[in-house]
């Protein structure tokens, strides 16, 4: 990032949100104790509207453990190079080629098609030396409510850290609102916008928004396109060669699951 380069850590503020971290189901009925894996690509990594990949492709991936009870744990992976871009800093060659997500949590119902989940998210950066260079620890901690009814879901996340090394950001919070649409014949259509509160630093907070189209192929391979972006026009957002980085685009992807 460009403001005062300590909090080029914003960039990571993208738009992944359908991948592994919007977990609002109910639990599914089924054996007590359930382990499912994800693999896939696709051709831009953007979480929470911003791009974490410098627009380049990425590889990602994931594991996800659920009890009956409701009671879940996982972990998902990406390749990134918000990091690397910070360039070097008071000396420090900056790196990070990964974020990992830990995620675990508690899904319940409250009524007839009403759903809850809470939750606990850590994104680590292991080994990334962002925080050498600045002294702004990348690594963040977010807890997160949501409430679905039917197809349709509310979550709300807040950071209980300062917000991926973001200076005096710690109670920063982001208002996600989704649908997921079933349109039949292995096709699903899922709108989505969002807010992103950077606290005492508004100048950097932005809404973004998408509309992503699933097609299950069986055999637990799916396809999606995603038509995103934001109105993030800050000089944080830009990669190393001045491009809005919430910049409004198509992310195509291909996702295994077994």
Known sequence: MKIQKQVWALALLGA?????LAQTEPPAAGPENTLAYNAGVVSEYRYRGISQSRFDPALQGG???THSSGFYLGA???TIRWIQDAGTLAGVNTKGPVELDLYGGYKGELG???NYDLGYLRYEYAGNSLSRATGAN???DELYAALSWGQFTAKYSQSVSNLFGTPDSKGSGYLDLSASLDLGSGWTLAPHVGRQLVKNNGLVSYNDYALTLTKDLGN???LSGAALGTDARNGAYVSPAGQNL??????LGAKYSF
């Open 138 to 140: 990348a690594n963040t």
């Open 220 to 222: 637990g391979l799916s």
């Open 16 to 20: 992944a949100s359908g991948a592994v």
């Open 63 to 65: 594991i996800d453990f």
């Open 76 to 78: 998902w992976a990406s």
């Open 246 to 251: 919430g910049r409004s685009t198509v992310v």
């Open 112 to 114: 007839k098609d009403l």
